[in-house]
């Protein structure tokens, strides 16, 4: 293990031997430093020689119980004979949980891991079980608890301030994801990586690959700014991949985080997680509406809106953006057709028919609006579509009539096509006809029925990766104040959009190899 940063320890378990082997070098290979071995999920007996012999980094021996979400099926005297067998067998680590490690004594120059697990919650008496263990004979001390608010990742996050004994804190569950990143800042010797992401070690848990490719885990340190996306869910968020790729590629030294709220909490999130402190956010679903509302100052893209997407720290408090609106004008004018006279044509001169009158509606109809486009809405429910058109000054039409409306480009900002309904489009087929300028805002999948119907009836298509980029390239400028690589941004995108994204590539690959020798 390295002294000067953070490592990724990456989790192996595996039921059969020879696969536990074969994991161990592969990790090694992708740049494993430290492997714990999660011996519980062996079908049989382990043997240690076998697992021991040239093992390219060092190995941790853990034997979870049950009770602290492992696998050991047999009797707590048959695990700890187990674990003082692994010692003796000459693992470089023993994981020891809090209540059995004083039974097992220091023996030669195998590290122990004090660990305490907690399934269920964030326990009050937190602080105090975290000194007691620091008091047991420990190298690493480990306290992975459940997360079941958004204040216990703090309260598991100061634990790190210097602590008596080096230490691995972690609130597991997607509401405390962010503590498995924010270690490496707070000096946590390591932080656990599933190399194998289809297994489930621990809740929340995050793969070596995410953890590397995404997060740039060992790069962090005490100076790294945190920015990251707010939102619930937001486990599937595309946020942190192009941010931090962003970051990366201009050498800045930042990390984006997943932060899960829950609805009506935004502002005790904002106000406690201060503390790290976080420089800027993206917020998404459910919580654009309440970002508007924050204490602090509004850019017009947000009075205009009603909504904030963008949250920048100030000296002065939050500053609020909305930068929907100007992403969705930007995409658009991008993609303009070509006119007869060999110019793109004039988004003043477009008329438009936004499907939906949802939170990506309103952006966009007002954004085309006062662009000067013809805008009409069309939406299910035809009360929403009546009261969005008001406010914006445009005109409205029934969604039962919506395919009788003559005009030159069509925008759904409808959910209708995402993932999993993606058989389903907003509009019948034969309303596209060549020429229409189709755009879709739904973004997963980019290539969604409607799109997909469009380009073979030859209309111009744009999807909606290119607002969700550059809407995210606006956020990067002003959480920064530099210009975003916009083209590195679109990349990661479809990468991470693609079926055969890069983790998927690596993971299913060691998964074929591993079922087939299985
Ligand atoms: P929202 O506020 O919940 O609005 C959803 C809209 O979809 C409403 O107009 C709703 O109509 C309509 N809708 C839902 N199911 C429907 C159905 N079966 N048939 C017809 N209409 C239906 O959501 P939002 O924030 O506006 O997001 C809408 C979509 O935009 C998302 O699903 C996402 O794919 C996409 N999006 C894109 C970006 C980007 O940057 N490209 C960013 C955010 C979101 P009712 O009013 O009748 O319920």
Not at 182 to 209: D, I, M
Not at 210 to 215: G, H, M, T, V
Not at 360 to 378: F, Q, S
């Amino acid at each position: 293990m390295s002294s000067s940063g953070s490592v990724i320890c990456a989790v192996i378990g595996r039921t059969r031997h020879k696969m536990v082997q074969l994991e161990i070098h592969e990790a090694a290979k992708r740049g494993a430093k430290l492997i714990e071995l999660r011996l519980d999920f062996l079908a049989k007996a382990p043997d240690f020689k076998r697992l021991l012999a040239d093992r390219p980094c060092p190995l941790i021996a853990t034997f979870r119980r049950p009770a602290d979400g492992g696998r050991f099926a047999g009797s707590e005297e048959e695990r700890q004979m187990l674990i003082r067998q692994a010692i003796v067998a000459g693992f470089d680590w023993v994981d020891l949980e809090t209540d059995i490690a004083d039974r097992i004594p220091r023996f030669g120059k195998v590290k122990r891991i004090i660990s305490y697990h907690n399934l269920h919650e964030t326990p009050s008496n937190l602080e105090d079980l975290h000194r007691h263990m620091c008091q047991q004979d420990a190298d690493v001390v480990k306290i992975a608890v459940t997360a079941c608010q958004p204040s216990d990742s703090l309260r598991v996050l100061k634990l790190l301030k210097d602590p008596p004994k080096p230490t691995v804190a972690i609130a597991m569950g997607d509401l405390g994801v962010c503590t498995r990143i924010l270690g490496a800042k707070y000096g946590a010797p390591f932080t656990y990586g599933a190399f194998n992401k289809e297994r489930s070690f621990a809740p929340g848990l995050l793969s070596v690959h995410e953890l590397q490719r995404i997060y740039h885990y060992e790069k962090i340190n005490r100076d790294t700014q945190v920015y990251g996306v707010i939102g619930d869910p937001v486990g599937h968020s595309l946020s942190p991949v192009i941010h931090n790729q962003a970051f990366r590629k201009l050498g800045i030294n930042a990390v984006y985080l997943p932060f899960r709220v829950p609805r009506g909490e935004l502002a005790g999130f904002l106000r406690d997680f201060a503390a790290i402190p976080v420089h800027g956010y993206s917020v998404t679903l459910p919580h654009k509406e309440a970002a508007a509302k924050i204490e602090g100052q509004h850019d017009a893209s947000v009075d205009a809106t009603g909504a904030a997407n963008t949250l920048v720290s100030t000296i002065h408090g939050w500053r609020s953006y909305n930068t929907d609106m100007m992403a969705a004008v930007e995409s658009l004018r991008a993609h303009l057709p070509v006119g007869e006279d060999g110019k793109p044509s004039e988004l003043a001169s477009r008329t438009v028919l936004v499907l939906g009158a949802g939170g990506v509606a309103r952006a966009v109809a007002l954004g085309l609006h006062r662009e000067g486009a013809g805008v009409t809405i069309a939406n299910r429910t035809f009360e929403r579509a009546v009261k969005l058109a008001e406010e914006i000054g445009c005109k409205v039409i029934d969604w039962a009539a919506r395919h009788n409306v003559l005009c030159d480009t069509l925008i759904n900002c409808t959910s209708v096509g995402m993932f999993p309904n993606m058989d389903e489009s907003p509009i019948h087929s034969s309303y596209l006809r060549p020429g229409l300028l189709v755009f879709d805002t739904v973004y997963t999948p980019e290539t969604t029925l409607l799109i997909r119907e469009a380009a073979e009836r030859g209309c111009h298509v744009l999807t909606g990766v290119d607002m969700f980029v550059r809407q995210a390239a606006l956020q990067f400028k002003l959480f920064t104040g530099l210009d975003a690589p916009f083209d590195e941004m679109l990349d990661a995108a479809r990468r991470a959009l693609s079926p055969v994204n890069y983790a998927k590539v690596e993971d299913e690959a060691a998964a074929r190899q591993a079922e087939n020798q299985e």
